[in-house]
């Protein structure tokens, strides 16, 4: 009954910027936790931010400093901003949220290259 639908992916030039948007089917205040995860093929899929309903963030240390986590709890929406984007940062990136269970979104792909 829980689904995230990801937007906002696309193909940018390294120093730019996106914005991805979650939105959940159920209210997010339900969520222990909601964030976003990458994955490169041949990788392991990592963690990039997440964020609880707390408002207590948390980033991986290659986008510290760049990348913003929020959310909307009004339109059950979380953000990942992304600034200064580099290749590195090509991946797909997943929603993820928590309650008893973890849910994922299907995945946007994000490209950085000039």
């Known amino acids: 009954q829980v689904q995230l639908v990801e937007s906002g992916g696309g193909s940018v030039q390294p120093g730019g910027s996106l914005r991805l948007s979650c939105m959940s089917s159920?209210?997010?205040?339900?969520?222990?936790?909601m964030g976003w995860y990458r994955q490169i093929p041949g990788r392991q899929r990592e963690l990039v931010a997440r964020i609880t309903r707390f408002e207590e963030a948390i980033y991986a240390d290659s986008v510290k400093g760049r990348f913003t986590i929020s959310k909307d709890n009004n339109k059950d929406t979380v953000y990942l901003h992304m600034n200064n984007l580099k290749p590195d940062d090509t991946a797909t990136y997943y929603c993820?949220?928590?309650?008893?269970?973890?849910?994922w979104g299907q995945g946007t792909q994000v490209t950085v290259s000039s």
């Open positions: 159920i209210v997010i205040y339900n969520f222990n936790s």
């Open positions: 993820h949220a928590n309650q008893v269970s973890d849910y």
